[in-house]
């Protein structure tokens, strides 16, 4: 497909990163999508604004260093711009852009009442000192003041971003406004207006989305094999439900390395011995493997947590799993859906699979500015209602259809985004 029309002049066709793959996306679902609702596609390729920032900070050495800042706003249809805030030094205002498109399309999935954006900062955290680390927040939570606020946009944790990240910014927005505003942002500590529950619920809601696609399989969770890619926020606590499920979690791969033990590893032991010696290597009862034995494992259900265009046309004929949840953002390039589609194996997409993050933001947003909060109980059971209708609609549209989950996912989300736009209308 040829996206030429659909490429900004900012924007250099030979380095789309992530953003290439959402505007094939978006060319898959077209035919699918109610006809009326066509004249408003365009839209979707269009991020409604994007804020690229020069964050200035003071290194503990005196010198001033300089990083890259970005906020995107992908689309305000259906609310507030709702996603989270990520630290790497690969960030791009591409990536940026994908990840803020991917969260309005989730959004939608799960029928929050948001828009999409992103946010990010090109900076390595690991060397930063802790300081200079909250001086990089403050600067850059200042910097993009202008276009965020509890009822305009309200970032949240993702990549190398934390509960204390959450909670200086959330600090240096109120201090500017001359009130604490906790709504500002989500994924804060529970002491500070954050919610029971925001911790682990990505990787409950991809644990849910899991359970009910098995349950379509007839394949029992208890017993089942599962690898897990990414074991950081979500792919931890992933890996801990699906153990505490009576899954073998064989085999884990992080930035350190790829661990396997075919009768289950101790995700608990596991977690310890990364935190103590900030690697997965001589975990106990593992053996290390190499990446390419990572992806041949033969396992019946693998998590990919970690970061974007991780199953691609290479890696995508060694996988020897039956289901593929994914964590992560964009994990999967379009070539490697397509390779997986031939091989029978069920994706269970992004925009679905992780959106029990923001399903629980949301709550915490809710509890925040009604000052009233929820028991850990109430939020789980509020979490699986609603990740299991996503899951049901999605997989029905699927069915009925006779495609892929990815697009089904993307039909409903999409003709939800549009039919706000198009009630909504154009000004002037
Ligand atoms: P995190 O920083 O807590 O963990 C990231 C993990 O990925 C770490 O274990 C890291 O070692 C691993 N990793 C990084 N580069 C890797 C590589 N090249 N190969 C293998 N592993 C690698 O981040 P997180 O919050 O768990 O986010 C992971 C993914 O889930 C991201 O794509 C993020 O956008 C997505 N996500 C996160 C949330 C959330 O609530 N945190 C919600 C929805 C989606």
């Known amino acids: 497909m040829d996206n030429t029309s659909k490429i900004s002049s900012y924007l250099s066709r030979e380095s789309l990163g992530p953003w290439e793959t959402y505007l094939v996306q978006i060319d898959r679902v077209e035919p699918y999508l109610d006809k009326a609702l066509l004249p408003w596609v365009e839209t979707l390729t269009r991020p409604k604004r994007s804020l690229i920032v020069d964050i200035p900070i003071r290194l503990d050495n005196g010198v001033i260093a300089h990083y890259e800042g970005y906020r995107v706003q992908h689309n305000l249809s259906r609310g507030p711009g ?98 604490t505003t906790t709504g500002v942002v989500t994924g804060k500590p529970v002491s500070l207006g954050g919610s029971l529950g925001r911790h682990d619920a990505t990787g409950r809601g991809v644990f849910i989305c899991t359970v009910e696609a098995a349950r379509h399989l007839d394949m029992a969770i208890a017993g089942a094999r599962v690898s897990i890619q990414g074991f950081g926020n979500v792919g931890e606590a992933a890996a801990r439900l699906f153990a505490d499920a009576g899954a073998k979690v064989v085999a884990i791969q992080d930035e350190t390395g790829s661990i396997h033990n075919q009768h289950g590893l ?116 509020r979490l699986d209602k609603i990740m299991r209708d996503a899951f049901a609609a999605v997989w029905e549209a699927a069915q009925s259809k006779n495609i892929l989950m990815r697009t089904a996912a993307f039909v409903l989300g999409c003709e939800r985004v549009l039919q706000a736009r198009k009630l909504r209308g154009l000004y002037p």
């Open 266 to 381: 101790d995700v608990r032991q596991v977690r310890q011995h990364r935190l103590a010696t900030g690697s997965l290597a001589g975990a106990p009862d593992s053996e290390t493997i190499a990446s390419d034995q990572f992806w041949s494992c033969e396992v019946d259900i693998l998590v990919a947590a970690a970061l974007e265009n991780q199953i691609t046309e290479k890696n995508a004929p060694l996988i020897r799993a039956r289901i593929i949840a994914e964590g992560a953002n964009g994990p999967t390039t379009p070539a490697a859906d397509l390779i997986l589609q031939e091989r029978n194996i069920l994706v269970i997409p992004d925009v679905l699979a992780n959106a029990g993050g923001v399903t629980v933001s949301y709550f915490e947003w809710v509890q925040d500015i009604s000052a009233f909060f929820w028991s850990e109980d109430e939020i789980n059971v």
């Open 82 to 179: 709702k996603g989270g805030i990520r630290f790497h030094p690969e960030v791009t205002l591409t990536e940026v852009m994908a990840l803020s498109a991917w969260m309005t399309i989730k959004n939608a999935v799960v029928n929050v009442p948001y828009g999409g954006a992103k946010g990010g900062i090109r900076v390595d955290p690991k060397k930063l000192s802790i300081e200079e680390l909250e001086r990089l927040t403050r600067r850059y939570a200042s910097e993009i003041n202008i276009l965020i606020g509890p009822d305009k946009d309200i970032p949240a944790p993702d990549i190398n971003t934390n509960e204390q990240v959450m909670a200086w910014f959330m600090d240096t927005y109120s201090v500017n406004q001359g009130k």
